[in-house]
């Protein structure tokens, strides 16, 4: 069987914004008029966050502004830094109380990891009117400014913020069945999750329906233990890994599903930047696990708890070459 998937133009489509850009794009600063607004826009948005999640989050897709920023002017840099730590603090430790709109009462947000802004979830990834269910998976070139998430990984993406995950390293079961590609537009704003245009298939590529719109897919995950996790992503390093994968899995055997490994990186430079690209492969062809069956909730374990021993086990054969993989 082969499975045609349609990529259309492969180049990275790399674009210079003010703000709320991704690790993907690329942002120079020549002059101190622009390093000033810049300045201003980020200290702007950094106040106005009510979520220390959403807060990371918006300050993980300034990467490269702030970086550009600081090659500039790090003083300016290093105040916005401190900036961001002083209302993380307060938010950590229960200075987000707000207002209410009529203004006769004082509330204190919940930390249900959603935010009331406009009704809207509070993640930057997110297929809007069609959403996936998380939790998510995504890739991080450069890591977050609180050193949370390392340079060059992976990390989950849930209701309780973010954490790293050696998913990819072991092996993860993608369900090319279920994937989507398409267009994706962010705003960079906070609480606004992504604008995403879907493919008809994946063997369809549309028209870009916007210069502000980037490339990306979204494919549900087996990532061991009975859980699943939906690889939703859009820029240069995540198309970048996708595209290089495609050829592999459209030989994919009838009903067989990838297990899809992380093997290397790769530095990717562009004419104002840079990012770093995942390198996957395909080391098998797996049956479809349990928790990728249709009916089975997202994030769910669905391997039963193992029972108490009642003798002593023998002695294990000698394990495969790929015995780490959990499919």
Not at 118 to 126: E, L, R, S, V
Not at 135 to 155: E, M, N, V
Not at 188 to 198: H, L, M, S, T, V
Not at 244 to 253: I, R, S
Request: net charge negative.
């Amino acid at each position: 069987m082969t499975l045609t998937i349609d990529t259309g133009w492969t180049k990275p489509d790399i674009m210079a914004t003010t703000a709320g850009v991704d690790d993907t794009q690329r942002i120079v600063v020549t002059d101190h008029k622009r390093a000033q607004s810049l300045f201003n826009k980020i200290k702007a948005n950094i106040e106005t966050h009510e979520d220390q999640f959403d807060l990371d989050a918006y300050l993980e897709r300034e990467t490269l502004t702030l970086d550009a920023l600081h090659l500039f002017d790090p003083h300016a840099a290093a105040e916005l830094q401190d900036i961001y730590e002083t209302h993380r603090s307060c938010l950590v430790h229960g200075g987000a109380a707000r207002q209410t709109q009529s203004g006769n009462q004082n509330a204190q947000r919940p930390n249900n990891g959603k935010t009331a802004t406009k009704g809207k979830p509070m993640f930057d990834i997110d297929t809007g009117s069609q959403g996936s269910e998380g939790p998510w998976i995504a890739w991080s070139a450069r890591g977050t400014l609180d050193g949370q998430i390392a340079a060059k990984s992976f990390y989950i993406r849930d209701e309780n913020g973010k954490t790293p995950t050696d998913a990819f390293n072991k092996g993860v079961v993608m369900d090319i069945y279920a994937m989507k590609t398409g267009w994706q537009k962010s705003e960079g704003i906070a609480g606004q999750a992504p604008d995403w245009k879907w493919n008809p298939s994946v063997s369809q590529m549309m028209q870009q329906p916007g210069e502000d719109y980037k490339k990306g897919f979204s494919i549900p995950c087996a990532i061991g233990g009975g859980k699943t996790a939906t690889w939703e992503q859009a820029g240069a390093a995540a198309w970048n890994a996708f595209t290089n994968l495609v050829p592999a899995l459209q030989e994919a055997p009838e009903g067989k599903l990838p297990v899809v490994r992380l093997v290397d990186t790769r530095l990717e430079q562009f004419k104002r930047g840079s990012t770093v690209t995942p390198i996957l492969e395909v080391v098998k062809w797996a049956d479809r696990p349990d928790c990728l069956k249709e009916g089975v909730q997202a994030g769910v374990a669905t391997e039963p708890a193992p029972r108490p021993k009642q003798e002593a086990a023998p002695e294990p054969a000698p394990a495969p070459a790929d015995a780490d993989l959990e499919f």
